[in-house]
């Protein structure tokens, strides 16, 4: 009976991973505390949690150990040891379809999201309830139960290799990859970290978890094949050496990550007294090694793609052919129009309406009798055969309808529930004065409390009882300000390898999450100190001056990042606050091309890739938009601060920047952005959000090599800018009878240019090397190329399934004309013999068959669809009249955003050079340039205005010293409107 019990509980947290455990595999010593469980066997669905469509072929835990002192648990750690866990997963298209496993596999995954979706509702359930008494007598039993098991159970796993292998997805290649974990050790200590004793009363439980060696690899192309086939029974052991070979240095070259080791402190506080946190969580870590490689990145991709393919033909499996598109396409064009039918067609029969809601029903009532009668083994069967069936929706809709249709019933008839809650309470009173006695009659010495408990969860009540837990509940009113949760993650160095591209080195950074549950806030803050690129060789890519340009107190820091929910500095809904000190950037045209050729798939198309780029620019900034306006619109406050130097890079005529040639400074300047206070106007406006944005120390320079950049950025007007440092204003208002108003004003723009510099900026652009990708893959890789029709509708595809479809065509058809070739060759080589011997030994040479393809001449036919007028478009524009941005604007045609756009002084200054001195002879400026778009309910409206044109000589002057004005335009208001 208590093997039985004991079996239950392990199979309800090891069952979804391992299969056939039962009372017989715990063996005699589970009395006395020693259970032992060897060569346990994987589930093949046991990685359904990643929903991906991989199954594992095989896998296994070689030693589960528990050891209980079930007479002093409140006192001994309950020891818990896992060794030996392999594991090997494919992807299902290794195989063919097999029903069995198909179904068993389609069963685990609908179980697995019905699971994930159950416990988002609780989720939101218990956030939506989280201030009643009784959730919060809920979320405190948990928290000591969590608290009291973590302070007595002792975790060791030791020797853990999970392998995938894929043969199917890229044709020609052998990809397998994997992560391995030599150790991880939790033990409970004293407040020093070190390990001592277990106190069952003690306020404060602190617990060190070490990991040892934790690192992932990935082969693009592995040679030595699959290891079950290779090894046979002792595939374990293949494992086991393939895992030593990465925690040996040197470390092969197909390693991803490094291996690392760290520890992670947790400490949890059963007392709120002293205002110490509940939870606190620190991990840190000395160093992490990060590499990745072109063939590495792109075999990853179109793995990726593979899955998601796969993924998607998954419900259409059993009629897929096993023969390719090109030898017999009839199979395929079957096996797409039973896909259409089985998914579009055949459920909107009426036979099949009329089963589906037979099947509804069944289960509807099946779930009314469990949540009326209770949980039973047949019921339960009965239910999991009705499901099966189903689709994830049908059963959705049939839990919860069930759920609401008890509960009416429930509450329709009240007099029947008095007299049911009388019983109820009577036997509840008798049963509860039942478990108080044999609760009080429980000692160390006896687990008849355990076996006693009914349910699951009043077993583990017990098991925290004789562990020494006294559920008190604790009555300290939390304030707002305290801080209940905190997490700390903090990596001293941290360096990510783009192999050939660059090295990226991060240094001291840290993240830091806090939760605040009375005041229903928490904090998101990260750090990090510096940060640089270089290239394999050293050269500079990226580097910080983070100490020049300090000013806060304290060590630098390069970024900083801050973001509260209900801050308590101001009363506002959000906090945020961000700071970047300045960055330069160095271009090198080595790494730009490489880096090209390292992202691009080798199917990939430049055009392509610049399309999509802009359109998901597009998507992104329509997002970005529409969370605009629920800000604004929603009148949510929020306190930003943002201040952010903006990178500086430096362009060299040659590719690099020397001391030879020219180099092109592109200065960001420094972005600043801050959110204003709500403000009474003078017409009883209420403005609900005002955002101030700055940007000022933008910057053009072309100045020769040899000058550093510190001496180019001490006078922003020198000779060497072509582009003084300019300032810019932006102010993005919103309210309740107003339009969105994005209002940008530019004080003054100058453009310098002379003969020399327009003659040096030709140079340097005609010198300058743009970013290409290999030539040599590039060649290669234009053979041959499917391109499928952008305009089909395909559902739940993106660019890179796309791609890697194409490239499957692609390679399918070559091997298809490989084989014609050889069949063609073969059949020519037996004509030649053949006509050899009739001729008597004359030899007669044979060409190739080839196909005549006869050119027919082309009418030129014009389209149906084609429009061929004689408008006269310029004589039609002239009799339009487009009126102003003012008188479009009506009720029935109103404003939904403004954007404007002021220059008070757009300046172009024309230099000369003479003895080795620059300097100014002329100067065209426009003043009071104003342009206007608004985006209407019905259309756009534009209007643009320009308040006057000067043309003046610098280098005469009046008598009063003035400059003189050869040509000076202006008018009353405006001088040019349009």
């Not at 975790?155 to 999970?162: D, F, G, P, R, T």
């Not at 998507?619 to 529409?626: D, E, I, M």
């Given at each position: 009976?208590?093997?039985?019990?004991?079996?239950?509980?392990?199979?309800?947290?090891?069952?979804?991973?391992?299969?056939?455990?039962?009372?017989?595999?715990?063996?005699?010593?589970?009395?006395q505390?020693d259970?032992?469980?060897?060569?346990?066997?994987?589930?093949?669905?046991?990685?359904?949690?990643?929903?991906?469509?991989?199954?594992v072929?095989?896998?296994?835990?070689?030693?589960?150990?528990?050891?209980?002192?079930?007479?002093?648990?409140?006192?001994?750690?309950?020891?818990?040891?896992?060794?030996?866990?392999?594991?090997?997963?494919?992807?299902?298209?290794?195989?063919?379809?097999?029903?069995?496993?198909?179904?068993?596999?389609?069963?685990?995954?609908?179980?697995?999201?019905?699971?994930?979706?159950?416990?988002i509702?609780?989720?939101k359930?218990?956030?939506?309830?989280?201030?009643?008494k009784?959730?919060?007598?809920?979320?405190?039993?948990?928290?000591?139960?969590?608290?009291?098991?973590?302070?007595?159970?002792?975790?060791?796993?030791?020797?853990?290799?999970?392998?995938?292998?894929?043969?199917?997805s890229?044709?020609?290649?052998?990809?397998?990859?994997?992560?391995?974990?030599?150790s991880?050790?939790?033990?409970?200590?004293?407040?020093?970290?070190?390990?001592?004793?277990?106190?069952?009363?003690?306020?404060?439980?602190y617990?060190?978890?070490?990991?040892?060696?934790?690192?992932?690899?990935?082969?693009s192309?592995?040679?030595?094949?699959?290891?079950?086939?290779?090894?046979?029974?002792?595939?374990?052991?293949?494992?086991?050496?393939?895992?030593?070979?990465?925690?040996?240095?040197?470390?092969?070259?197909?390693?991803?990550?490094?291996?690392?080791?760290?520890?992670?402190?947790i400490?949890?506080?059963?007392?709120?007294?002293?205002?110490?946190?509940?939870?606190?969580?620190?991990?840190?870590?000395?160093?992490?090694?990060?590499?990745?490689?072109?063939?590495?990145?792109?075999?990853?991709?179109?793995?990726?793609?593979a899955?998601?393919?796969?993924?998607?033909?998954?419900?259409?499996?059993?009629?897929?052919?096993?023969?390719?598109?090109f030898?017999?396409?009839?199979?395929?064009?079957?096996?797409?129009?039973?896909?259409?039918k089985?998914?579009?067609?055949?459920?909107?029969y009426?036979?099949?309406?009329?089963?589906?809601?037979?099947k509804?029903?069944?289960?509807?009532?099946?779930?009314?009798?469990?949540?009326?009668?209770?949980?039973?083994?047949?019921?339960?069967?009965?239910?999991?055969?009705?499901?099966?069936?189903?689709?994830?929706?049908?059963?959705?809709?049939?839990?919860?309808?069930?759920?609401?249709?008890?509960?009416?019933?429930?509450?329709?008839?009240?007099?029947?529930?008095?007299?049911?809650?009388?019983?109820m309470?009577?036997?509840?009173?008798?049963?509860?004065?039942?478990?108080?006695?044999?609760?009080?009659?429980?000692?160390?010495?006896?687990?008849?409390?355990?076996l006693?408990?009914?349910?699951?969860?009043?077993?583990?009540l017990?098991?925290?009882?004789?562990?020494?837990?006294?559920?008190?509940?604790?009555?300290?009113?939390?304030?707002?300000?305290?801080?209940?949760?905190?997490?700390?993650?903090t990596?001293?160095?941290?360096?990510?390898?783009?192999?050939?591209?660059?090295?990226w080195?991060?240094?001291?950074?840290?993240v830091?999450?806090?939760?605040?549950?009375?005041?229903?806030?928490?904090?998101?803050?990260?750090?990090?100190?510096?940060?640089?690129?270089?290239?394999?060789?050293?050269?500079?890519?990226l580097?910080?001056?983070?100490?020049?340009?300090?000013?806060?107190?304290?060590?630098?820091?390069?970024?900083?990042?801050?973001?509260?929910?209900?801050?308590?500095?101001?009363?506002?809904?959000?906090?945020?606050?961000?700071?970047?000190?300045?960055?330069?950037?160095?271009?090198?045209?080595?790494?730009?091309?490489?880096?090209?050729d390292?992202?691009?798939?080798?199917?990939?198309?430049?055009?392509?890739?610049?399309?999509?780029v802009i359109?998901?620019?597009?998507?992104?900034?329509?997002?970005?938009?529409?969370?605009l306006?629920?800000?604004?619109?929603?009148?949510?406050?929020?306190?930003?601060?943002?201040?952010?130097?903006?990178?500086?890079?430096e362009?060299?005529?040659?590719?690099?920047?020397?001391?030879k040639?020219?180099?092109?400074?592109?200065?960001g300047?420094?972005?600043?952005?801050?959110?204003?206070?709500?403000?009474?106007?003078?017409?009883?406006?209420?403005?609900?959000?005002?955002?101030?944005c700055?940007?000022?120390g933008?910057?053009?320079?072309?100045?020769?090599?040899s000058?550093?950049?510190?001496?180019?950025?001490?006078?922003?007007?020198?000779?060497?800018?072509?582009?003084?440092?300019?300032?810019?204003?932006?102010?993005?208002?919103?309210?309740?009878?107003?339009?969105?108003?994005?209002?940008?004003?530019?004080?003054?723009?100058?453009?310098?240019i002379?003969?020399?510099?327009?003659?040096?900026?030709?140079?340097?652009?005609?010198?300058?090397?743009?970013?290409?990708?290999?030539?040599?893959?590039?060649?290669?890789?234009?053979?041959?190329?499917?391109?499928?029709?952008?305009r089909?509708?395909?559902?739940?595809?993106?660019?890179?399934e796309?791609?890697?479809?194409e490239?499957?065509?692609?390679?399918?058809?070559?091997?298809?004309?490989?084989?014609?070739?050889?069949?063609?060759?073969?059949?020519?080589?037996?004509?030649?013999s053949?006509?050899?011997?009739?001729?008597?030994?004359v030899?007669?040479?044979?060409?190739?068959?080839?196909?005549?393809?006869?050119?027919?001449?082309?009418?030129?036919?014009?389209?149906?669809?084609?429009l061929?007028?004689?408008?006269?478009?310029?004589?039609?524009?002239?009799?339009?009249?487009?009126?102003?941005?003012?008188?479009?604007?009506?009720?029935?045609?109103?404003?939904?955003?403004?954007?404007?756009?002021?220059?008070?002084?757009?300046s172009?200054?024309?230099?000369?050079?003479?003895?080795?001195?620059?300097?100014?002879?002329?100067?065209?400026?426009?003043?009071?340039?104003?342009?206007d778009?608004?985006?209407?309910?019905?259309?756009?409206?534009?209007?643009?205005?320009?308040?006057?044109?000067?043309?003046?000589?610098?280098?005469?002057?009046?008598?009063?010293?003035?400059?003189?004005?050869?040509?000076?335009?202006?008018?009353?208001?405006e001088?040019?409107?349009?």
């Open positions: 009976m208590f093997n039985t019990w004991l079996a239950n509980i392990l199979n309800s947290y090891l069952g979804e991973v391992v299969e056939e455990l039962d009372s017989h595999n715990l063996g005699v010593g589970a009395l505390g259970i032992l469980l060897i060569d346990l066997k994987l589930r093949p669905d046991c990685l359904s949690l990643l929903e991906l469509p991989i199954e072929i095989a896998g296994s835990i070689g030693k589960i150990s528990l050891k209980i002192p079930w007479s002093q648990l409140s006192s001994s750690p309950v020891l818990v040891t896992v060794q030996d866990v392999y594991l090997v997963a494919v992807p299902l298209s290794h195989r063919a379809y097999n029903e069995e496993k198909d179904s068993k596999l389609e069963t685990t995954r609908k179980r697995r999201f019905l699971q994930k979706v159950e416990g509702s609780v989720i359930r218990a956030a939506k309830s989280q201030h009643s009784e959730e919060k007598l809920k979320r405190e039993l948990w928290e000591t139960m969590i608290a009291t098991f973590m302070n007595n159970v002792q975790l060791s796993i030791e020797n853990v290799h999970l392998r995938y292998e894929d043969s199917v890229v044709p020609g290649r052998f990809i397998s990859g994997g992560l391995c974990l030599e991880i050790m939790a033990e409970t200590t004293n407040s020093k970290w070190k390990s001592c004793e277990i106190n069952g009363k003690a306020k404060s439980i617990k060190l978890v070490r990991f040892e060696n934790f690192s992932t690899y990935w082969n192309n592995d040679s030595s094949g699959p290891i079950i086939s290779r090894s046979g029974c002792g595939w374990r052991v293949k494992m086991r050496e393939i895992m030593s070979k990465y925690f040996k240095t040197p470390y092969p070259e197909n390693v991803c990550l490094v291996p690392l080791s760290g520890k992670v402190k400490m949890m506080n059963r007392s709120i007294a002293d205002g110490s946190p509940r939870l606190l969580f620190d991990y840190q870590l000395k160093e992490i090694k990060v590499n990745l490689g072109k063939d590495q990145y792109h075999t990853m991709m179109e793995i990726q793609a899955l998601k393919f796969l993924e998607l033909s998954r419900m259409h499996r059993k009629y897929r052919p096993t023969s390719s598109v030898s017999k396409p009839k199979h395929w064009w079957i096996y797409a129009f039973r896909c259409i089985i998914q579009f067609i055949e459920p909107y009426w036979r099949s309406i009329k089963k589906h809601r037979e509804y029903r069944e289960l509807l009532g099946l779930w009314k009798k469990r949540h009326q009668v209770g949980k039973s083994s047949s019921l339960k069967a009965k239910i999991k055969e009705s499901e099966a069936s189903l689709d994830v929706t049908s059963i959705m809709l049939a839990r919860e309808s069930a759920k609401y249709e008890v509960r009416v019933n429930s509450t329709a008839s009240p007099k029947k529930k008095k007299k049911l809650l009388s019983k309470s009577k036997v509840g009173g008798m049963i509860a004065e039942r478990k108080q006695t044999i609760a009080n009659n429980i000692t160390s010495n006896s687990v008849i409390g355990i006693a408990a009914s349910s699951l969860e009043s077993q583990l017990e098991i925290c009882k004789a562990m020494g837990c006294s559920f008190e509940n604790d009555d300290t009113t939390k304030p707002k300000t305290y801080i209940e949760h905190v997490f700390n993650f990596v001293s160095r941290c360096v990510f390898r783009l192999k050939p591209v660059f090295v080195t991060v240094t001291n950074f840290s830091c999450v806090e939760t605040r549950p009375s005041g229903l806030a928490y904090t998101v803050a990260a750090r990090t100190e510096d940060m640089n690129i270089s290239t394999e060789f050293g050269d500079r890519v580097s910080t001056t983070n100490l020049l340009h300090n000013t806060e107190p304290g060590w630098p820091n390069v970024f900083s990042f801050v973001f509260e929910k209900n801050p308590l500095v101001t009363p506002t809904d959000f906090r945020l606050e961000m700071r970047l000190l300045p960055i330069h950037l160095f271009y090198q045209d080595t790494v730009a091309s490489e880096l090209l390292f992202l691009f798939l080798p199917n990939t198309d430049c055009l392509e890739v610049t399309w999509g359109y998901q620019s597009y998507l992104y900034a329509l997002q970005f938009s529409r969370f306006q629920n800000c604004l619109n929603s009148r949510v406050t929020c306190d930003v601060k943002i201040d952010l130097h903006n990178p500086c890079i362009i060299g005529q040659l590719g690099t920047v020397s001391d040639g020219n180099k092109l400074v592109v200065d300047g420094r972005l600043q952005i801050c959110c204003a206070k709500p403000d009474d106007s003078l017409n009883s406006e209420r403005i609900y959000n005002r955002v101030e700055l940007v000022s933008m910057s053009l320079i072309l100045s020769p090599g000058i550093p950049f510190h001496n180019l950025t001490q006078d922003p007007h020198s000779e060497y800018h072509l582009i003084p440092s300019t300032k810019a204003v932006m102010s993005l208002t919103s309210s309740p009878l107003q339009p969105w108003i994005l209002e940008t004003t530019i004080k003054c723009i100058k453009l310098n002379s003969d020399k510099k327009i003659s040096d900026l030709i140079d340097f652009l005609r010198d300058l090397p743009l970013p290409s990708r290999d030539q040599l893959n590039a060649k290669a890789n234009k053979k041959l190329r499917w391109k499928i029709d952008r089909w509708t395909i559902p739940n595809i993106g660019k890179l796309l791609l890697y479809l490239s499957q065509l692609s390679n399918q058809q070559l091997q298809d004309q490989k084989l014609s070739d050889q069949h063609q060759l073969s059949q020519d080589t037996q004509r030649i053949k006509d050899s011997k009739s001729s008597n030994g030899y007669k040479p044979i060409g190739r068959y080839r196909p005549n393809h006869h050119q027919h001449g082309s009418s030129k036919v014009s389209s149906p669809d084609s061929e007028t004689n408008l006269d478009i310029d004589r039609f524009c002239r009799n339009i009249d487009l009126p102003g941005l003012e008188d479009n604007v009506s009720p029935g045609n109103p404003m939904c955003a403004l954007l404007k756009l002021s220059i008070k002084d757009l172009l200054v024309f230099d000369k050079v003479s003895e080795n001195k620059t300097k100014s002879y002329l100067n065209l400026s426009v003043q009071d340039y104003v342009l778009v608004g985006f209407l309910q019905f259309g756009p409206a534009v209007q643009m205005s320009v308040g006057g044109l000067k043309l003046v000589d610098l280098e005469t002057t009046t008598v009063f010293g003035h400059h003189v004005e050869l040509v000076a335009l202006e008018g009353p208001s001088f040019f409107l349009l």
